[in-house]
Structure formats: C-alpha cells, structure tokens
C-alpha cells in the first residue's frame, strides 16, 4: 500500500487549501482513510477519516464545519478541504490507511499520538496558516 499526500503550502488565516492522497495498492473493501496533523509541539490527531465499507465520514470536533473530507472513488483519491483555516491548523498532514475503519473513526475524538499505529502512513504536506 502506497499514499502519496500533495497540497501542502503556506496560507493566509482564512483562507481555504486542499490535501489530495492517492491510495494504491490496496485491495481490501473493509478499510478506512484518514487524515492526520501533527503540529509543532504536539502530538499527532485525527481530523478526519472515511471508513470506506458504508462511506460514512468523521471529523474531529476542532474542524466541523470548516474541514471536509471527499473522495474520487475512481482515482482512489481522498481529499481534505480545508476551509477558513486558522494558525492552529498549521500542522504536518498524514493520509492513512487501516484495516480497523472503526478504530480510526474513534480516534478522530481521541486524545493526539493515539493512534500511532495505523496500518500504513504517507509522508506528509505541511500547511503553514499565518495570521
């Protein structure tokens, strides 16, 4: 399993980015794709996920309503639009992807560094919000 994260840049507080990950090689129907950030000085969180067997989408509190999770099946694709962004979300970004959707969708409400044991990670983009 291979993802590769793009879209990271530098942003003005308010405005929006989108993240792209393009997943490949994975075959199975029962996984999940999620977002994570790492800012400076903290551990790394959710922020959002899909589990791809019934297509339902979790957010962490912090970005509902301003964070919104969309995939393109066909590519296999999974974007993160990040609107009305602030300096708090200046972060390191994550895709992954576990074979446990219903343990990455708790741990979108769960404390940062849980977690750190998905099945497999991309690199990361870095989104830097200045005010």
């Known amino acids: 399993v291979e993802l590769v994260e793009s879209g990271g840049r530098s942003v003005q507080a308010g405005e929006s980015a989108r993240l792209s990950c393009t997943v490949s090689?994975?075959?199975?129907?029962?996984?999940?794709v999620g977002w994570f950030r790492h800012a400076p000085a903290k551990g790394r969180e959710g922020v959002a996920c899909i589990t791809k067997r019934d297509g339902n989408i979790h957010y962490r509190d912090s970005v509902k309503g301003r964070f919104f999770l969309f995939s393109d099946n066909a590519k296999n694709i999974v974007y993160l639009q990040m609107d009305n962004v602030q300096p708090e979300d200046t972060a390191v970004y994550y895709c992954?992807?576990?074979?446990?959707?219903?343990?990455?969708?708790?741990?979108?409400?769960?404390?940062?560094?849980?977690?750190?044991?998905?099945?497999?990670w991309g690199k990361g983009t870095l989104i830097v919000v200045s005010s």
């Open positions: 090689g994975i075959f199975s129907t029962d996984y999940a």
């Open positions: 992954a992807v576990d074979n446990r959707p219903f343990y990455m969708a708790t741990l979108m409400g769960r404390s940062p560094d849980e977690g750190n044991d998905m099945d497999y």
